[in-house]
């Protein structure tokens, strides 16, 4: 994925970004067209109205949703333009995540989530901090590669992006996984929630919990067959 490839019309979920943490509210624009190589035109009345309140240099994180899969950069604004159009430009590369990467199964069960400070990922177990609780609602869907949420809470963009999800099939299969928030956008779909959220797990010191977790999953589906 290249911007070339973006299509005209297509949109964006845009958040500002500090120190590579997203803050503040999400920024919808629509893709207008390439202006040059690196940079680009969108549309948007909110971005350009926050054109002069953005800090010198302040970095924007880009997401583009196509289907199955999620493609991220960062860029920021150079200039902006009449009718809502904002110059971008492109700042890294664009990584593309696969959402369909490990087979998933739609389910409703209770989740913890807490925020994770960046220094406890190299541990093999966690503890519950319930001072840190961000969210307590249902799952949405989830594979072995990670879980998304839609929630009425809105998870405070401030945190580190590294959460403890805490959740369970049955008395057995019970999981506390470390996990990374991918993706956060509002949701229109339905009334169940008002906040969409993806969280990627992160195996680097428990990778036996990964083959763990898609065996539950899926012993789950056949089990519904």
């Known amino acids: 994925m290249t911007l070339g490839h973006i299509e005209r019309g297509a949109r964006l979920s845009i958040f500002e970004e500090i120190d590579k943490h ?20 969108v549309h948007s009345d909110k971005l ?10 302040s970095h924007l994180h880009i997401s583009l949703r196509v ?41 409703r069960v209770s989740i913890r989530i807490f925020s994770l400070p960046h220094e406890e990922l190299s541990g093999k177990t966690f503890g519950v ?7 307590s609602d249902m799952i949405f869907d989830i594979s072995a590669g990670g879980l998304c949420i839609i929630s009425n809470t809105n998870i ?4 580190d992006p590294y959460y403890l999800v805490e959740f369970a099939f049955n008395d057995i299969d019970y999981f506390r996984l470390p996990a990374e928030l991918v993706r ?27 083959d763990r977790l898609f065996k539950a999953i899926v012993n ?6």
Do not use: C
């Open 184 to 210: 956060r956008s509002d949701h229109q779909r339905t009334r169940i929630g008002k906040y969409d959220y993806g969280f990627r797990f992160v195996y680097d010191t428990i990778p036996e919990e990964k």
């Open 22 to 41: 997203d803050v503040g509210d999400e920024i919808e624009a629509t893709f207008n067209y390439l202006e040059d190589e690196g940079l680009f035109i």
């Open 220 to 225: 789950r589906k056949l089990a519904s067959i």
């Open 67 to 107: 289907g199955a899969f999620i493609h991220t950069f960062t860029g920021h604004v150079k200039e902006k333009k009449r009718g809502g159009m904002v110059l971008v430009e492109q700042l890294t590369e664009i990584v593309t995540y696969n959402r369909r990467q490990y087979d998933r199964d739609e389910i």
């Open 129 to 135: 901090n319930t001072e840190r609780q961000v969210i």
């Open 48 to 57: 350009s109205e926050r054109y002069d309140s953005l800090g010198p240099g």
């Open 156 to 159: 405070n963009a401030k945190h």
